[in-house]
């Protein structure tokens, strides 16, 4: 079974510009969330995917955004971006939300110039 | 909300040495699940080993075990026979059973060190 992948894997971007990640999960899972992992703030929830729904969502700005589409793959946008958000963006895979079973994709390395 | 807490910000062993990494968490639920993940320089998370807070008894994994302590809100981590491929940082994570507003709740990591 293939796991969870993320696109791009590196990423280098301009301050105001916008950006979009890619994750496909697990065959099967219908469950997407997505997290920020920085040296300051450590790794910080963003929001929760589960059948093309957003379930919750972590303490960021509306400029952080997702979507999940009908084959469970989802993107996350950043508008505006700022130096703060260069950051791993990783995502994790379950088949229900809360699972007991979440599995990590390799992450996007985003750099901020 | 909950908090997970890691006080051991770098450990450092030699290999074939027992290790125990700390956390200890606080959380109002009752149903929850612990983790311990493990991120190697490559930055992939691995899943090494977790706890359903209702079970009394400790995980384990091959080399890997846990100490989970529920009155006392601990959970740390126990390896043996330590060896350089667990060289990483190792995450303590909680989540409530069922999903819940905060996703996984991730403490900052204890960076550990395996001297050959």
């Known amino acids: 079974k293939a796991g969870v992948t993320q696109t791009p894997r590196y990423l280098i971007k301009t301050r105001g510009q916008q950006v979009t990640l890619s994750c496909s999960p697990i065959?099967?899972?219908?469950?997407v969330s997505w997290y920020q992992q920085t040296p300051g703030q450590g790794l910080q929830f963003l929001f929760e995917?589960?059948?093309?729904?957003?379930?919750n969502k972590g303490n960021f700005p509306g400029r952080f955004s997702g979507r999940q589409f009908s084959n469970s793959r989802s993107e996350m946008n950043v508008s505006t971006l700022e130096l703060g958000d260069s950051a791993l963006y990783l995502c994790?895979?379950?088949?229900?939300?809360?699972?007991?079973?979440?599995?990590f994709g390799p992450g996007t390395r985003l750099t901020v110039t | 909300a909950q908090t997970v807490t890691q006080s051991q910000p770098e450990m450092s062993v030699q290999e074939a040495e027992t290790v125990t990494l700390s956390c200890t968490y606080d959380t109002s639920e009752s149903n929850y699940y612990l983790f311990w993940y493990k991120q190697p320089p490559s930055r992939q998370m691995i899943l090494v080993i977790r706890q359903e807070a209702y079970k009394q008894q400790n995980a384990t994994e091959n080399r890997f075990s846990v100490n989970f302590q529920k009155a006392a809100k601990s959970f740390s981590l126990k390896i043996s026979d330590s060896q350089l491929g667990d060289t990483a940082m190792y995450f303590c994570?909680?989540?409530?059973?069922?999903?819940?507003?905060?996703?996984?709740?991730f403490g900052k990591g204890t960076h550990l060190i395996i001297q050959p």
């Open positions: 065959s099967g899972h219908r469950s």
């Open positions: 994790a895979s379950s088949a229900i939300p809360g699972s007991r079973e979440q599995y």
């Open positions: 995917y589960f059948s093309e729904t957003q379930r």
């Open positions: 994570a909680l989540q409530y059973s069922g999903g819940g507003a905060d996703g996984l709740t």
